[in-house]
């Protein structure tokens, strides 16, 4: 892989999210790594325009006018159907894999459907300067295109619901609340989708596309590898409830609001059914309840995983094709489908017209994207339009808006750099690089680590004091030795891709090894303030930095992205004031005592002693709580106005039903009705003022949850944004 340039970020809740564009290929599993070993297929080689051009066509001795399907003046699904009538079985088969080999005779060049541009571990709110940042990401990727280094088609983002804080993946995904996750998925997507210009297209299926972005990993895919427990044989056994709710609400919001043009099924089961095997999942619900415009793709070697992990009915590679493709998977990531299609046709199992409508979705995707006749509008982006400098400052913004203030005894921060002439930057992620761009990351333009953003505010002495793992505490000393020296000690502590990653979910919620030790004896003889910046997706039990009054600051900063050290010491010294808050419940580490990663429920269960999930569910202590975070400055809160009820006149059509309350709890006379019974005419409106009463700047995050009435058996402690 050549040069690829990146361009990063961090996120969190609603001021802002992280992402790392990834324009490169990455092994996506163990499993991918070995199979698909074939290189880094640029598009179709480097001096390829687009396909429909004349002289492209004769300089092949194929005469461009014999096939309808480069005629612009028809509507892309005609031209998709005449290209895919033009093919023999064989050479239908031969584009159902993430690398399309092409059809030299009808002048199709290869494509490789499989580019990642990477996700954050963050948060969203009202989602303008997310779109800003995925419109800079899919510029850089249009130019890495044109450059012959990317491809259209990109497998992001990661939008599966943090249900578990132990989980691998947290770190690809913004958060616990299936609202938030839904809501930054469909900025993230519109942001890498949409043309400027052409927000009132009223024929969606011809909507042009900037990049392809892809909602993944459907559904209910919420354990990577836990206690021997893998993805690839995991059946996630889940209520009707839970998945309307929870699993499938961020992908509906994808599609619906995002309009995105692919979704990716996922490799575990759902109640015994592979995803990518579901018709209910694949065809019912996401074609034709959410209307997809765009191709349904499977997590790479999903099939394979579907007949040699999940053993799923005892399937042969032909019948599992052919289950696939009639469930609606259009596309394989993997060779399965490029491999035994053919010989499943020649069974009687899978049906060509099955296969002529998946390739129709996927060539009027290519044609969306310009790929059969241009996009002048994207024709001039090049090496200038990557890791420009104003793209690097958005990066650094996006890092600083992701930070999260979490304790900030007797104001002690920001410091001033008057005052601060000499600073100890101790601890593993004080030179942290590599370990702030998290996964699926590329080449960043450049890596601010945290010692070169404190250099520019103070004359900085860095001891590591163990790394990640700290087996040992050897290194300690040198590092409360240059806490002891210096005017202000800042700890840069936490985790990374070897505690939490794909295929590894993590065992516990501590730090590793003896970073406690570390941190609790660089704070005791420490001469000045000790600010503590934890590293890290999930959260992590720092109960003990919490209580510890030596430790006067304590600063999340997720992996921050390629600017984190930049973005860290300006929040530090107050160039710039925090308004992240947490995307996701800080839990207690006996949490994961109290149930197992495997259980995907929500609600607690007093039979089996299941204390809930995330903070809908669960209303036991913890570190910090969902949405929690501080700022320098002050806000004062002053509800203004607000209705206290919205009555509601039934008709004769609507009836009262039934809830179940909880013994002793007031039910009243009319529990529930059905919402869409109503016309939902009336609102309920409500005003809150809110001001700044500090003496600094700041952005606050206003955020709103509706709470039911008490006593609702299996009703969410309160909940944000709309109900569905
Ligand atoms: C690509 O470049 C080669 C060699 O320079 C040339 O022969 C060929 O015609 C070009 N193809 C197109 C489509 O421009
Ligand atoms: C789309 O429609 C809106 C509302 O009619 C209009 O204000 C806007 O200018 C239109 N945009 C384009 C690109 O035509
Ligand atoms: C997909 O669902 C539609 C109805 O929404 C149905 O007409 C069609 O036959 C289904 N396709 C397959 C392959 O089952
Ligand atoms: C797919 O086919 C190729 C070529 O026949 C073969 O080398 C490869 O082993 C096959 N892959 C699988 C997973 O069956
Ligand atoms: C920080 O890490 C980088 C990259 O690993 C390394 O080149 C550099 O020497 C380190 N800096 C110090 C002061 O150790
Ligand atoms: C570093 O120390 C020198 C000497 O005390 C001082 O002049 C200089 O201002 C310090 N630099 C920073 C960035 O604080
Ligand atoms: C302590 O850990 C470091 C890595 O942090 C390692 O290089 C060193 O060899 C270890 N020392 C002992 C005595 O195990
Ligand atoms: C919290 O959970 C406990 C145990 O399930 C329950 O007894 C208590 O009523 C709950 N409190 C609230 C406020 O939901
Ligand atoms: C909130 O209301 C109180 C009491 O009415 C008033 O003193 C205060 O100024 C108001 N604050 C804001 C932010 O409006």
Not at 597 to 602: A, E, G, R
């Amino acid at each position: 892989m050549a040069e690829a340039l990146r361009f990063l970020f961090f996120t969190y809740l609603i001021s802002i999210a992280t992402a790392r564009n990834a324009l490169k290929k990455s092994s996506y599993s163990t499993l991918d790594a070995t199979i698909l070993g074939h290189g880094d297929a640029t598009p179709t080689g480097s001096n390829f325009s687009f396909v429909c051009n004349p002289s492209r066509y004769s300089s092949l001795g194929l005469d461009m006018s014999n096939f309808a399907f480069c005629d612009s003046s028809l509507s892309y699904h005609v031209r998709a159907k005449d290209l895919v009538n033009h093919m023999t079985l064989h050479e239908k088969v031969q584009q159902l894999g993430d690398r399309a080999y092409g059809v030299p005779r009808l002048g199709l060049p290869e494509y490789e459907w499989w580019s990642e541009a990477l996700h954050g571990v963050s948060n969203v709110g009202p989602g303008t300067f997310l779109m800003i940042l995925f419109l800079v990401v899919s510029t850089e990727a249009r130019a890495m295109y044109n450059l012959g280094r990317a491809g259209l088609t990109y497998w992001s983002p990661t939008i599966n619901v943090v249900r578990d804080p132990r989980w691998g993946r947290t770190i690809e995904t913004p958060g616990e609340d299936p609202f938030i996750v839904g809501s930054y998925a469909s900025n993230y997507v519109r942001g890498l989708q949409d043309v400027e210009g052409t927000e009132n297209y009223t024929d969606l299926n011809s909507r042009p596309l900037k990049v392809s972005s892809c909602c993944k990993h459907f559904a209910a895919y919420d354990v990577d590898n836990w206690q021997g427990i893998e993805r690839y044989s995991f059946d996630a056994r889940v209520t009707e409830q839970d998945m309307v709710e929870t699993f499938l609400r961020p992908f509906e919001m994808c599609v619906k609001d995002g309009d995105v043009s692919s979704i990716m099924c996922s490799y575990n089961r759902v109640n015994g059914v592979p995803t990518c095997a579901d018709p209910k999942l694949l065809n019912q619900t996401i074609r034709g309840d959410w209307n997809l415009h765009g191709y349904i793709v499977a997590d790479c070697d999903s099939i394979q995983v579907m007949v040699d992990d999940h053993k799923y009915l005892s399937d042969t590679k032909e019948d599992a094709v052919a289950q696939t493709l009639k469930a609606g998977l259009d596309l394989d990531c993997g060779i399965y489908y490029t491999n035994y299609t053919e010989s499943s046709v020649q069974q009687g199992k899978a049906r060509e017209e099955d296969i002529d409508r998946s390739l129709t979705y996927l060539y009027v995707v290519l044609m969306r994207l310009g790929f059969f006749d241009g996009s002048p509008q994207f024709q001039s982006l090049g090496k200038a339009d990557v890791c420009s400098k104003e793209h690097i400052e958005l990066a650094t913004q996006a890092a600083r808006e992701g930070i999260v203030l979490l304790k900030n005894d007797d104001e002690t921060l920001p410091l001033s750099s008057n005052n601060i002439n000499s600073l100890a930057v101790v601890g593993p992620h004080a030179n942290a690089t590599k370990a702030m761009l998290g996964n699926y990351a590329g080449v960043p333009c450049r890596i601010v680590a945290p010692i070169d953003g404190f250099s520019i505010y103070a004359n900085v002495s860095y001891e590591i004091g163990c790394d990640v793992a700290c087996k040992n505490q050897s290194l300690i000393f040198p590092a409360t030795k240059a806490a002891k020296e210096a005017d202000a000690t800042v700890i840069v502590a936490g985790i990374d891709l070897s505690v939490e990653a794909e295929s590894l979910d993590r065992e516990d919620l501590l730090l590793p090894g003896y970073q406690t030790e570390l941190i609790n004896q660089v704070a005791k003889v420490a001469k000045a303030p000790v600010i503590l910046v934890i590293m890290s997706a999930g959260g992590i039990d720092i109960s003990f930095a919490k209580d510890n009054t030596n430790i006067k600051a304590i600063l999340w900063a997720g992996y921050p992205g390629e600017e984190g050290g930049r973005a860290i010491a300006d929040v530090v010294f107050g160039k710039y004031n925090p308004g992240g808050k947490l995307p996701l419940t800080w839990h207690e580490a006996d949490y994961v005592d109290q149930l197992p990663m495997t259980s995907l429920q929500l609600r607690p269960d007093d039979k089996l002693g299941y204390p809930g999930r995330t903070y809908k569910f669960f209303n036991g202590s913890t570190v910090y709580p969902f949405g929690y975070g501080l700022s320098y400055t002050k806000f004062m809160y002053n509800l203004t106005s607000s209705l206290s009820s919205v009555p509601i006149k039934l008709n004769r059509f609507q009836h009262c039903h039934h809830l179940s309350y909880d013994k002793d709890t007031f039910m009243p006379s009319c529990p529930s009705v059905r919402t869409e019974h109503l016309s939902c005419d009336d609102h309920l409106t409500f005003e809150v003022e809110v001001q700044n009463v500090g003496s600094r700047d700041g952005s606050e995050v206003i955020m709103v949850y509706a709470k039911p009435p008490k006593g609702i058996v299996g009703a969410p402690i309160k909940q944000e944004g709309t109900p569905l």
